[in-house]
């Protein structure tokens, strides 16, 4: 218990750089993982971790899915964003939200081999903590997503998922508002239609789709083997397009899928959710963010990391894709998957 | 030749993400390094390289700097962008020059263990190149840096920096000119002067300084140890300004104090040169940058390379910096740096 608080007390600061305006989380107290026998995320083992803050079933000590606060939290949930200037410089607390989706009470039974019905829970629990999240108008951002694989930076054996919320909009979501928002005032049409309409078309860089999905390596992918996965039709918000258990079946069936393709090839990834902003959020009111659920359009996206890499700085600057994405799809397609 | 010729005719091809706008280095046939028994940038081994573009004596086989096409180029000088579209995609030629400077005929001695005199012509290489290649109305921008250690992706063992001229400006550098803008439009003042202003009132993150440059740790460092150096006095282009051998000299000198400084600490680092776009380039014309030689400063950014890790997501849409600023600044200022 004593370990335990004093990472809870641990330090971090949010730094903004006054050159490209993008947040840095800034630690200034050491913070380490609380001293672990057993996997705290184990069945039995729940006295090591805080208390739940969603369970299924609800109230069953038997559970299925459950959601927790991190146990080496990036953001604190507590008091206000204290934003303030020291000269020219703007810096607030790293406050927020850091949440740990345990997937399954199975230690080794990844997203992708777990029954349909299961996945669908773990997508429903992402629905719920976002929803909830997003109450808070405190967060301008709900960011859900997987490191899977070593090489991904997955810190904990047991299958998880992390959830965040933020005061501020991530660098690279804020970019896609910001295109999106420009294409929808230039063609009165949402960005990602239009892409998922070029791909239907094309049929040179689809993965896999059905009447409801559609999952494809994007014209300009950043690594090998990147794959986008979309509702065919526009939907701003996750959290709110995902609300029956039909749904969340279905995309469970459709992910599990992709993912095993990608399983497949690459050893490890990030799968990353991008949805629509905080439109409760106070700082949103007085932005121009208000249309985004007309002109945005959830998706995941997925990273697969094929190798730990030292990265020449030519490379860090202008993204550099050694797999054309017509050949990844193609390969991707080709992977014969039972699911 | 044979294998230097299939290599120089392999395929490269720049894709803009429709999304985040930045432009993606796509691949689309294997580039591989030509075979070469000795170092191609050693004394003798002339002939595995293509002919110099500059060197140092000039006409004279005992050079002490000399500057090469890139034997595994990224971009490629001949012909047009041929920018086009695709449905909504673009696309273009990686049209561009990639050179490397070879910094010394001796294959053990870095940058900062040369002669000032030496480092000093190495400058003056970078100056006489980047002078060069602005003349080129195709390229908007010329990009100098050093990947130092194999843990920096370092690729050829002997000292070089590389340079390279793009048709697009890269996406750093181009958040940073619109925040200097937009700040200049606000303030009449340039950015960069401010920082260097409240650096040299603060003194807690500031390294080393003289008459004429600073270098500091910067207030959202993106790593540990992360240093820029930059001149005191308004300068919008590194080869404008360093023109002088007096003044090449001097930086060469400063230079080498903080990267000493740096190499006691850190085993690997990039050195990037941020200077003024081209303001010939004929895009640039119809846009709006006009303006930045008054409000942008040139600056070399130093990104230490502490450890191969692999990266949570978390971490790579938001940066995540493990030591404060002002105790890296600290801990650099005390190393005690014989030059």
Chains 1, 2 share one sequence.
Not at 111 to 132: G, K, M, N
Request: charged share 25%; with cysteine; aromatic share 10%.
């Amino acid at each position: 218990m004593a370990a335990k608080n004093a990472v809870r007390g641990s330090g971090m600061e949010l730094r903004k750089d006054p050159i490209t305006q993008s947040w840095v989380i800034q630690e200034y107290e050491q913070v380490s993982w609380p001293d672990l026998g057993a996997c705290p995320l184990c069945p039995g083992q729940e006295a090591l971790c805080p208390p739940n803050v969603y369970e299924y079933p609800y109230g069953n000590p038997n559970w299925q899915v459950r959601v927790i606060p991190h146990l080496r939290p990036i953001y604190r949930i507590e008091g206000n964003a204290e934003r303030r200037g020291q000269g020219l410089y703007d810096k607030m607390r790293a406050l927020g939200a850091h949440e740990v989706v345990v997937e399954h009470p199975d230690h080794s039974l990844s997203l992708s081999q777990q029954s349909d019905e299961h996945a669908a829970q773990v997508l429903r629990a992402y629905v719920s903590r976002i929803s909830d999240l997003k109450k808070d108008r405190r967060f301008r951002y709900v960011t859900v997503f997987r490191n899977q694989g070593a090489l991904a930076g997955q810190d904990l054996e047991h299958p998880h998922s992390q959830i965040t919320a933020t005061p501020f909009i991530p660098r690279r979501v804020g970019y896609e508002l910001r295109s999106a928002q420009r294409y929808f005032e230039l063609k009165d049409r949402c960005l990602f239609c239009d892409i998922v309409q070029q791909e239907m078309n094309q049929k040179v860089r689809t993965v896999e789709w059905d009447d409801l999905f559609l999952a494809f390596c994007p014209f300009a992918s950043r690594v090998p083997y990147e794959t986008w996965l979309l509702p065919l039709d526009h939907h701003g918000a996750f959290e709110e397009h995902l609300v029956s258990w039909d749904q969340q079946l279905r995309l469970a069936r459709f992910l599990k899928s992709v993912l095993r393709r990608l399983e497949s090839i690459a050893p490890a990834y990030h799968l990353v959710l991008h949805t629509c902003p905080n439109l409760n959020a106070k700082f949103e009111k007085a932005g121009n963010w208000q249309t985004v659920s007309e002109d945005y359009h959830w998706h995941f996206e997925i990273l697969p990391v094929v190798a730990a890499t030292s990265k020449s700085y030519s490379l860090k600057e202008v993204y550099y894709n050694s797999l054309l994405p017509e050949v990844a799809a193609e390969e991707l397609r080709s992977v014969a998957v039972a699911v």
